[in-house]
């Protein structure tokens, strides 16, 4: 989950240009500030200057940068799981919200970017202060187009870039110095590379930049023009077309009217069926493909032929953004330009059925990923999918919105099973089948089917008096409306609650009932795969080891024929309590559990992840390097943070984990096992995986057996480092953008690990590892 789950900065498309002093502002006000706030007009680059600083002092935190782009939210309320899911919170916990991300927020140095803020101030002020109150370690950076307003908050104005003054005559040379038109001709080459800054052209030149304000966005929509029109051409149509007066211009500070007009003006040159299909892709909160675009904004005005050379239009015209993948080509709009194609939906009936086509695209999209084609992987499916979540939000939200749209809504909930299960957001799936079943007002034969879905996701999160009280209710509606299936799912879950309760006797006969009345046969449902599983797994623990290898077998043979890899993965952890259980060489157990660590890697399934770890744990006691082992452990058990019953609640697992833990604290000092324990509780997930899989990317496993038992921290080797530079702790604070104190701490566990008392000896051994 590195890739995925890092929520690596944005890519840049097109080169920076620019803005030193800016970036050197931000980042000389986060060494003395938790809370920056880059504010400025739209269009003026706030997001770039914010990306920029943080790629310079990303090494500074020890948990790195995370980026959040709230710009397709709409709901303040939901603020705090968006940061959680981009944050990547372990997400099968019931906490959830603003106390959540707190508590797993409390230990951790990072710096928190979050973009695109004006639209929900009071929201974002709010769970900031909450945040940096929780933790210390945490700096925010902002972009907005008004500060927050919070406590202890900077706010740096970005400016539009200089300009010429009108009475200057610079030559070539000093003019292509100004940032404004160093940007300007760094756009023209980009369409014209033939184009060169001269004597005669200079004057033009200039006088673009200053009509545009320095505007970065306008300069850009203006340098496209460059493909087909000489500058002078460009200066003479802005001066006969650019103020147009119009009230999508309107606006008190002129610098926002001159980015008004320019996106206006970029409009005026748009083809008919561009300005058209403009307008209706402004329903897309984030990315969207060609044949999302097809299926919303194709009509009887705007052919499905004629939507890709539109597209293709407003991608020339710097309207679109264009990011080409290995597989997949995505576009996206930037927010101001998105703001301007809705401010042209003025029929209210017009947007309404933009927003039905576009919940109807993404409806069909989950609906999709039920299946696979043969030798296709279900997982691969869905994690495309998920990648999808703002838009599927915004579908969700359309249809929770809207009184008429409920039912469709609360079938969507459901079409998404797999995604709230597997793909690590059940917070979401919680959300929202608790809304559509509280005030969408479902049928009976749905009702029941939400409230099972929410039952199956309490278990997974531990709640399982929560989940008891939701399937008598589906008992009591099921007294009087005959539904078989829902029946069938009722039974199995019920097995489930019983797994997670220790009722082993009742999850065995639940669960045989259900795979009975399922039909055990070779497909592709997952509820019929999860049952076999859960048996599996309950007659493990009822000492039936043969029986349960039967079925575990059985469901991982139909996994492999019907491209159900998640399925299969966790039948892989089913086999490996098998083999444990046998007494069987453990080497082929880590393989599987290994495998099945890696699928659940990729799809996101934070339980299921956790849970490898800790099988891998057991397994390892007694062979490998106890602090390797004790770091894994509590490694699982930090992920386990946000479950408010860890390992499900299940007794089983839990007196597995306390033999394991005893064992460990028998073949360890107190002092070691406590520090190898921390260590694996502060473990990203991404970190404590790698740690799990003894990859080149876990710098424990692949330490020496010496150098293993005094590791330091990322952060620690920081500090060691710059004390070999001959930083004082005053000198090392500025630097990494910490307290004092929290370097003076960090310098007293290194003395302590090494064994070391004077920061000569730590100076020393750091000179030694370089040369190692």
């Not at 307003?149 to 300009?163: F, S």
């Not at 030798?375 to 969700?396: H, I, K, M, T, Y």
């Not at 299936?485 to 879950?493: D, G, Q």
């Not at 999850?507 to 997952?526: F, K, M, Q």
Request: with cysteine; glycine share 6%; charged share 25%.
């Amino acid at each position: 989950m590195v890739a995925n789950g890092q929520r690596a900065l944005p890519v840049e498309l097109t080169s920076f240009v620019g803005r030193r002093k800016e970036i050197s502002d931000v980042r000389r006000t986060l060494r003395r500030s938790r809370l920056v706030t880059v504010t400025g007009i739209a269009g003026v680059g706030k997001t770039r200057v914010a990306v920029k600083a943080a790629e310079g002092v990303r090494r500074a935190f020890a948990d790195g940068v995370r980026f959040v782009e709230l710009s397709s939210l709409t709901d303040p309320d939901r603020l705090a799981q968006v940061l959680a899911r981009a944050l990547e919170v372990p997400d099968m916990g019931a906490q959830a919200g603003e106390e959540g991300l707190a508590e797993y927020l409390a230990d951790k140095e990072l710096l928190l970017l979050l973009d695109t803020c004006e639209h929900m101030i009071g929201a974002c002020s709010r769970l900031v202060r909450t945040l940096l109150a929780a933790a210390p370690g945490l700096r925010v950076l902002a972009t907005s187009r008004q500060p927050l307003g919070a406590p202890g908050e900077h706010n740096l104005v970005i400016r539009p870039m200089a300009v010429p003054e009108p009475q200057e005559r610079p030559s070539p040379e000093a003019l292509a110095r100004y940032e404004s038109v160093a940007l300007l001709l760094e756009r023209i080459t980009a369409v014209d590379p033939s184009f060169e800054l001269t004597e005669e052209n200079a004057g033009t030149v200039a006088e673009l930049c200053r009509r545009l304000d320095g505007i970065p966005l306008a300069l850009e929509l203006a340098a496209v023009r460059a493909r087909v029109l000489p500058v002078d051409a460009i200066l003479r149509l802005i001066e006969e077309r650019f103020w147009l007066g119009d009230e999508a211009t309107e606006s008190a500070d002129p610098r926002h009217r001159t980015m008004q007009a320019a996106i206006a003006w970029s409009h005026a040159f748009c083809t008919e069926e561009e300005r058209l299909l403009w307008k209706r892709l402004s329903v897309f909160p984030g990315q969207f493909d060609l044949a999302a675009a097809e299926a919303v904004c194709a009509d009887d005005r705007l052919a499905v032929e004629r939507v890709y050379p539109a597209l293709d239009g407003l991608v020339a015209k710097s309207i679109l953004v264009c990011v080409k993948g290995a597989d997949r080509t995505v576009y996206r709009m930037l927010d101001s330009i998105r703001e301007f194609g809705t401010a042209q939906m003025r029929d209210p009936e017009e947007r309404r059925e933009l927003l039905v086509r576009h919940r109807d695209h993404y409806f069909a999209v989950a609906r999709a990923g039920a299946s696979v084609e043969p030798g296709g992987d279900l997982a691969e499916r869905w994690v495309r999918v998920r990648g999808e979540w703002p838009n599927l939000r915004s579908a969700l939200e359309f249809c929770a919105a809207d009184p008429a749209e409920a039912a469709v809504g609360a079938k969507m909930v459901l079409a998404l099973e797999y995604l709230w299960i597997a793909c690590g957001m059940s917070r979401e799936g919680r959300h929202y089948a608790e809304w559509f079943v509280q005030v969408g007002r479902p049928d009976p034969v749905t009702r029941v089917r939400l409230l099972s879905l929410l039952s199956y996701i309490l278990v997974a999160q531990g709640d399982l008096r929560a989940a008891n009280g939701h399937l008598k209710e589906c008992e009591a509606i099921l007294a009087t409306v005959d539904d078989p299936a829902c029946r069938t799912r009722l039974v199995k879950i019920r097995g489930t609650v019983a797994v997670g309760e220790g009722d082993l006797a009742g999850a065995e006969r639940h669960l045989t009932e259900a795979i009975e009345l399922l039909g055990c046969h070779e497909g592709s449902d997952v509820t019929m795969l999860a049952a076999m599983v859960e048996l599996g797994i309950a007659r493990i623990w009822l000492g039936r080891i043969d029986e349960a290898a039967e079925v575990l077998e059985d469901c991982k043979k139909i996994c492999l024929s019907s491209g159900q890899s998640w399925a299969g993965s966790w039948a892989d952890v089913g086999l490996a309590l098998v083999l444990r259980a046998r007494g069987e060489p453990r080497e082929k157990a880590l393989t599987l559990l290994r495998d099945a660590l890696r699928v659940q890697r990729r799809v996101h399934d934070a339980s299921g992840a956790s849970l490898c770890l800790e099988l891998i744990a057991w397994l390892a006691a007694g062979h490998e390097d106890p602090m390797w082992v004790t770091r894994l452990l509590h490694a699982s058990h930090g992920q386990w943070r946000q479950v408010r019953q860890p390992l499900f609640g299940s007794p089983n697992f839990l007196a597995e984990h306390a033999r394991c833990e005893e064992r460990l604290r028998r073949s360890l000092s107190r002092a070691d096992y406590e520090e190898a324990a921390a260590e694996g509780s502060a473990m990203s997930m991404d970190e404590a995986i790698a740690h799990a899989l003894g990859g080149v990317d876990d710098p424990l496993a692949a330490a020496p057996p010496r150098e293993r038992r005094v590791p330091l921290t990322p952060r620690e080797e920081d500090v060691a480092r710059l004390i070999a530079e001959g930083l004082t702790n005053r000198e090392i604070a500025r630097r990494l953008m910490v307290g004092r104190r929290t370097v003076d701490t960090h310098v007293e566990h290194i003395l302590a690990k090494l064994n070391f008392s004077a920061r000569s000896q730590i100076a020393a051994w750091v000179i030694r590892h370089r040369a190692g």
